[in-house]
Structure formats: structure tokens, C-alpha cells
């Protein structure tokens, strides 16, 4: 594993060749797909994040989740390769930090499989990664989240296509050669309307969703994302619903807006 590939994945991702600095606690992906596991995790999770409920736990795992599934996309599409993402190689550490806690991520075995050559059997290799780590890795996890946090299986996966939006938006930015923009457009097309709904034992795939945008906070002139599914983050202690929170009533958006805009302006003033 090289130094580059190394320092992206950490930088990206959080994820890490060596348990990373501050971990609280760790968990190995295969104890965490029985209740038991799930239920231990949830129990030294929720505190430090400041949960509310169970359900704010939830939502947050899938939040955090999602830091994996981009590194499969990018590694599939972006470098050609991909590392072993099997639950048994896949480590999940708790680092508290300034009032809240995230999640972070090591492999234990840095494992490269290589894509094939020509693009035909590429394409057949990345729907066969995407397949095994929607159906063996993800798909355990999200399940086993569901049943102890009580939120439902949509809420959770449902966490994930707003973070891809946004980065694949972000890394296309980055892009300067067309072919390697085609690639990544080809792959996160068959991401969301190619997989099967089966790979994600859901009866449509999470990743076919309509983004919608409003009306950015600080501008009329720009538009952000709406999220998808609600973070859960007025579960939390002193938290609030987002103001891009698909729960939000839009004349609560706008007096939200009307809000910071005018403390914007006082404290420019």
C-alpha cells in the first residue's frame, strides 16, 4: 500500500491503516452485525454523540457509513483497485472530540484487488464490488442498526445518497480528464439505476432518489441540497432541525433564512 493511497483514504475517508489516534472504543464489522454487537455499539455510541434516542444513533451510523461507500466509489472508479471491505477486515472506532463523536475506520488487512484491464471486464468487476459490499457489508450493518435503533431501514439508507451528491459533485469539480469524468459518471449511473433493489434488500434502490434544492441560507442567489432523509440531529441534545432537513415546513425554511441573514448583517454592521 503506497504512501499516496494511504494519506487519500485517511484524508477522505477516515479510514486508516492502523487504529487512528483517540479511539475510545473499537469494534470489528462481523461483531457488529448481531444484535448483541449492534446493542453494545449503540450503548457506548449514544452518550457521546449526545443522543436523545436510539433513533439519532441510527441515522448517525448511516451518516457515517457513508464515508465507506464513497471510499468504494472512488476507489473503483478513481484509482482502479479496491481494498478488502469484507465485515471481518473492517474496523469501526469511536473518537470523541469537542462535545461530539465520530466514527472512524481501519482496515485490518490492507488488501488491494486490482481492477482488469480492459473496460469491459472492468465495468463486470465494479458490479461485482458493488454487489458484495452493498449485499455482504453495508447491507448486515444497516439491518442490524435497524433492529436495535428502532428507525427503519429506508431512514438509514436513506443517509447515504445526499453525502454521494454532494462528493461526486465535489470530485467531478476536481476532474480535468474527460475520460476519467466519464468513468465516474458512468459508475455512480449504475450505482443508482443498476443495482438491483435485491443487493440492498429493500424493494427500491436507496440511491434512486429526486435531489431537490432550495434556496441557500446566506444567498438568494445559490441553491443547496435538500437532504434526503432527515440526520436526526434535533434528537440530539440542544440540536434542531437542519435547515436543509426535509421535515422542515417551508415557512419555517424561510424564517430561518430571514433569521441569519439579518444577524449576518448586524454583526456586519
Known amino acids: 500500500m503506497n504512501e499516496f493511497l494511504i494519506q487519500e483514504y485517511s484524508t477522505k475517508f477516515d479510514l486508516h491503516p492502523v487504529v487512528p489516534e483517540g479511539a475510545m472504543y473499537s469494534f470489528n464489522g462481523a461483531e457488529l452485525v448481531g444484535a448483541e454487537g449492534m446493542k453494545t455499539f449503540m450503548e457506548a455510541y449514544r452518550p457521546l454523540m449526545k443522543a436523545l434516542d436510539d433513533k439519532a444513533a441510527g441515522a448517525y451510523f448511516g451518516g457515517y457509513l457513508t464515508h465507506i461507500a464513497l471510499a468504494v466509489q472512488y476507489s473503483v472508479t478513481g484509482f482502479l483497485c479496491v481494498p478488502d471491505f469484507s465485515l471481518g477486515n473492517l474496523n469501526l472506532h469511536l473518537i470523541p472530540a469537542d462535545g461530539y463523536c465520530r466514527i472512524a475506520f481501519s482496515l485490518s488487512e490492507w488488501k488491494l484487488e486490482q481492477a482488469p484491464a480492459d473496460e469491459q471486464s472492468r465495468k463486470a468487476w465494479r458490479n461485482d464490488v458493488y454487489t458484495g459490499f452493498y449485499q455482504a457489508t453495508a447491507g448486515p450493518l444497516i439491518r442490524a442498526a435497524s433492529e436495535v ?79 434526503n432523509r432527515c440526520c436526526m440531529y434535533y434528537r440530539t441534545e440542544g440540536g434542531r432541525l437542519c435547515y436543509t432537513c426535509p421535515r422542515m415546513k417551508e415557512e419555517e425554511r424561510a424564517a430561518r433564512r430571514e433569521e441569519y441573514r439579518r444577524e449576518q448583517a448586524s454583526a456586519g454592521g
Open 149 to 227: 435503533s428502532g428507525l427503519s431501514l429506508g431512514e438509514i439508507w436513506g443517509q447515504l445518497p445526499t453525502k454521494f451528491n454532494y462528493y461526486v459533485e465535489s470530485f467531478a469539480a476536481e476532474l480535468t480528464d474527460p475520460v476519467l469524468l466519464h468513468r465516474m459518471e458512468e459508475d455512480y449511473a449504475y450505482l443508482k439505476d443498476g443495482l438491483p433493489a435485491a443487493v440492498f434488500g429493500m424493494p427500491r434502490n436507496p440511491f434512486q432518489v429526486k435531489v431537490r434544492r432550495i434556496e441557500s441560507l446566506p444567498s438568494p442567489e445559490k441553491t443547496v441540497q435538500m437532504r
